[in-house]
């Protein structure tokens, strides 16, 4: 067994440190202790961490984590995650009596200019950190060594910020600083819980090149987020600049999109061989510009390197149709790139912050590809704290919410004070895609209590009426109809879109306490969401037909739940006209683009929502896919058909929302389904359509594999299904016949009939070990 480490408090040993230099110069604090006993008797060595800012902790010159950009962001006025590492194998493997320590403190999240360069958000002016290192030696005696007035702090002739990059000058030559004692409201420590950010895949290039006015471009091959990294040997004193950016533009280098964000790195050369790593930054690029390299660039010694949050690839899916195929994988690397630490809007511009509302809308399609558990949690823990102590005690359109310290320009605001759907609901949809697919009781109920602070700040904009129609609201945010300088002028009607979305949290909050035993509170969301139905109905909908009748409201009023018959099916036919008339081009924003496939295949019209997903003309899923993206696009047209880019002030091409229908895809073409939360009981209903003829799906769900494989073969349609030992589950052919699923690989057939299902055939052919299935 492992001794325990005898830390009894919080870094208690510990002082937080920092010294005073310009703003965005990385501080180096040093010391060398003196081991009391021989490196060969440590069991046990451990260093605790955190800061205000981000730090990077080495001991005898070596790193003591893989992990990057810790302590991460948090809402750090009430949340500051430490990090403890174990460097028992780092220590007892050294040698000498003297012991090296060195923590590097840059500006990262907590002071560094946020949420639009020209607003200049962030939580203080001072950074600092604390740190303290615990030995344990087999004769059972400790050892501490921690931060103090005594430590020595240095300019490291590096400056590091998140928007415009990091510079490192490999000359090294420091400059003396004053070390400073200070505090932090230490109550707000807590050990983390959610993953690290780490290195993951590294790419090289796939092609570099020179562009019409004579710069050097390297094309990675991929919209990725994290850095360039490189090893080479040159002139001491050489400069070597690199810009980033996610598209070219007149084949150069297309930096517009970036706004306030330099997202440039340099690079000062010693004169022997140098790597340069910038670790205490990120930036949201395929391309770079390469400046001051000596002689051509050489592709052998440049990549990539990809950096987000630890998360676990749990889902896959492949069908007939290669762009469907990309747009998933596009869909996993918007996911990778904007799970870096928070759930982020994009990883690239002036902002990366966490907008609520992107991950209400993707929290679902995230789980299908992601094991996201521990990820949305840690974040949801913010999300409360930041509700518990907002102003009228909303969710903020961002958590954590930097934006309050902004200061806008030109009397700029943001609907602070008021809930905001969609992305106030994020307080439910995100908790409700967790239960969904974890099922974990515990974690439900703690954040349960941010579920009833949204759903009573949104109950004070409800008008007599029982409509949510007071209040702000952004709507079905990027309708592919609004002006690109009007994001929020949507064709769908605000109150519509935000009286559907109270339905539905409503609905689930109901759910929750029912869950959670909380009778009182599940009879009072009953009751929210019985009279917001009633109201819906009553003011805005008129035999079927929903007002400001376009995609958005149906999708919303049917995949919500919102309509009795004969309404629900009026509505999903006139959303099935609507689609047709827009000749498959997607009409929806933010609110409906996640519903509004899901809408149409429970209204019976299956056959429009494959072809809305196939379509390939602007705007469509798959059109940024025919013009080369390798990630999902904030705008159904950030790049236009000429290969210019989108005009709006707005243009990522990195931003996982519009990629929504992920979730879709999983559940309806590739027919892998929870029938109970957590996957429980596990339902298998693939409904095929026009455009594919196979699909294969595969989902490791928290209690095993699940795997669907259909094909079409002419009318027939065959599937193998395999479900995790003990997990009972049914399948549910395209002709509607039942199969109850047992232990090991399943196959059964029918006939379909067209594109309508006709005779039920179907039978469950052959059953085997479990040992032996996929
Ligand atoms: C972000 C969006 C966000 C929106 C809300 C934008 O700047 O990039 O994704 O949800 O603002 O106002």
């Not at 390469?290 to 592709?299: I, K, L, N």
């Not at 869909?331 to 990778?336: A, L, P, R, V």
């Not at 929290?363 to 823990?381: E, I």
């Not at 009981?681 to 294969?696: K, S, Y």
């Amino acid at each position: 067994m492992s001794p325990t480490p005898p830390i009894a408090t919080e870094l208690g040993s510990a002082h937080f440190l920092a010294a005073d230099s310009d703003r965005d110069a990385v501080v180096r604090f040093r010391t060398t202790g003196r081991l009391d006993r021989p490196r060969a008797d440590i069991v046990l060595a451990t260093l605790r961490a955190t800061a205000h800012g981000i730090y990077e902790a080495s001991l005898d010159g070596q790193p003591v984590t893989e992990s990057v950009l810790n302590p991460g962001w948090t809402a750090y006025e009430w949340r500051l995650a430490y990090q403890t590492f174990d460097v028992t194998a780092q220590l007892a493997g050294g040698s000498g009596a003297d012991l090296r320590i060195e923590l590097l403190l840059a500006n990262g999240w907590y002071r560094g200019d946020l949420g639009f360069a020209r607003a200049n958000a962030n939580y203080g002016d001072e950074t600092c950190i604390a740190a303290e290192l615990v030995i344990t030696y087999a004769d059972g005696s400790t050892q501490t060594i921690a931060t103090g007035q005594d430590w020595i702090a240095e300019g490291s002739g590096i400056r590091s910020s998140l928007y415009n990059g990091q510079t490192i000058d490999a000359r090294g030559g420091t400059t003396p600083l004053v070390t400073r004692v200070t505090d932090i409201d230490r109550t707000t420590l807590f050990a983390q819980s959610a993953p690290p950010v780490l290195r993951h895949e590294i790419l090289h290039p796939t092609a570099v090149f020179t562009s019409p006015t004579g710069r050097t471009l390297v094309d990675f091959g991929q919209n990725l987020v994290g850095w360039v990294r490189f090893t080479l040997q040159g002139e001491e004193g050489q400069e070597i600049v690199i810009r980033h950016a996610e598209v070219l533009e007149d084949g150069e280098l297309g930096t517009r999109p970036l706004r306030g964000a330099e997202a440039t790195d340099r690079f000062i050369l010693s004169g022997g061989v140098d790597t340069f790593e910038p670790t205490l930054t990120f930036h949201g690029f395929r391309y770079a510009e390469v400046e001051g390299w000596p002689g051509d660039v050489d592709p052998d010694a440049i990549e990539a390197v990809v950096v987000h949050s630890r998360m676990n690839r749990i889902g896959a899916f492949e069908c007939s149709e290669p762009l469907v195929n990309q747009l998933i994988q596009n869909s996993i690397w918007g996911q990778k790139g904007n799970f870096l630490s928070v759930p982020t809007d994009c990883p690239q511009r002036d902002e990366r912050l966490g907008w609520t509302g992107d991950i209400a809308a993707y929290a679902a399609s995230a789980a299908f590809q992601f094991d996201t558990a521990d990820f949305l949690d840690g974040w949801l823990q913010d999300l409360r704290a930041e509700t518990e102590h907002t102003e009228g005690r909303i969710v903020p359109l961002t958590v954590p919410d930097v934006l309050k310290y902004a200061n806008f320009p030109d009397g700029f605001t943001l609907p602070w004070h008021r809930a905001t759907a969609v992305w106030g609901d994020a307080a439910v949809w995100v908790p409700q895609a967790l239960w969904h697919a974890y099922g974990d009781r515990d974690r439900l109920a703690s954040h349960y209590p941010a579920m009833v602070l949204h759903l009573e700040s949104a109950e004070k904009d409800v008008s007599p009426t029982g409509l949510w129609d007071l209040g702000n609201q952004l709507g079905d945010w990027l309708d592919p109809d609004s002006p690109p300088e009007d994001p929020a002028a949507a064709k769908a009607d605000p109150s519509v879109v935000a009286t559907a979305c109270l339905y539905r949290s409503a609905s689930f909050a109901t759910e929750a306490a029912e869950i959670l035993g909380e009778e009182v509170d599940a009879a009072r969301w009953r009751r929210l969401a019985e009279t917001t139905r009633a109201a819906f109905n009553e003011h805005y909908v008129n035999q079927g037909i929903v007002f400001s009748d376009c995609a958005t409201v149906y999708a919303l009023a049917i995949a919500f739940d919102l309509l009795d018959e004969p309404d629900r099916t009026t509505a999903g036919d006139r959303l099935a006209d609507l689609v047709r008339d827009s000749g498959y081009r997607v009409t929806t924003g933010f609110a409906g683009t996640p519903f509004v496939t899901w809408a149409l295949s429970e209204t019976g019209h299956i056959d429009d929502a494959y072809r809305l997903l196939l379509e390939r003309e602007c705007p469509s899923w798959l059109y940024p896919i025919t013009m080369g993206a390798t990630t999902i696009w904030e705008r159904w047209d950030s790049m236009l058909p000429d290969g210019t880019v989108n005009a709006g002030d707005m243009t990522s091409f990195n931003h996982y929302a519009l990629g929504a229908v992920a979730d879709w895809i999983y559940q309806v073409v590739g027919g892998v389904r929870a029938a109970e939360p957590g996957y429980a009981r596990v339902r298998i209903q693939p409904v095929p359509g026009p455009g594919i003829t196979w699909a294969r799906t595969r989902l490791e769900t928290p209690r095993g594999l699940v795997s669907c494989d259909w094909q079409v073969d002419g009318d027939e349609f065959t599937i193998v299904v395999s479900l995790p030992e003990g997990v009972p589950g049914e399948l549910i052919l395209p002709d509607g016949s039942p199969t109850r699923l047992v232990e090991g690989e399943v196959s059964a057939h029918c006939v379909l009939d067209g594109p309508r299902i006709a005779r039920a055939r179907s039978h469950q052919s052959w059953t085997v070990p479990s040992s032996s299935r996929l």
